[in-house]
């Protein structure tokens, strides 16, 4: 049974960086796309960005254009997701998944447990 499991969120002023990490343990991640969702207090869980099997191809929801990078490491089976010029709209807790394949589309497999990301005025 894969798990996936985050960590890097945290509290930071307006303007600053984060980065999240989401490591996999039980399996290789290698075959699937990966993606960062997230869900504001009293909101639906948003799509954030999607990075395909071989991390050639990405995808971004259009309010984080230009400032987050999603990434990954297959040697480490571990994704990333790269915050920058973060804003008060940001934050949210952060949800990391895996595709069932490695392309962005389709259904998801796994999730980790969630990390808060909270961006101070």
């Known amino acids: 049974q894969v798990q996936l499991v985050q960590s890097g969120g945290g509290l930071v002023q307006a303007g600053g960086s984060l980065r999240l990490s989401c490591a996999a343990s039980?399996?290789?991640?290698?075959?699937?796309?990966m993606d960062w969702f997230r869900q504001a207090p009293g909101k639906d869980r948003d799509f954030v960005a999607c990075?395909?099997?071989?991390?050639?191809?990405?995808v971004y929801t259009d309010s984080v254009k230009g400032r987050f990078t999603i990434s990954r490491d297959n040697a480490k089976n571990t994704v990333y997701l790269q915050m920058n010029s973060l804003e008060p709209e940001d934050t949210a807790v952060y949800y990391c998944?895996?595709?069932?394949?490695?392309?962005?589309?389709?259904?998801?497999?796994?999730w980790g447990q969630g990390t808060q990301v909270t961006v101070s005025p």
């Open positions: 998944t895996s595709r069932r394949s490695g392309y962005c589309y389709g259904q998801y497999k796994y």
């Open positions: 039980g399996g290789s991640l290698s075959n699937y796309a």
């Open positions: 990075i395909t099997n071989s991390g050639s191809s990405a």
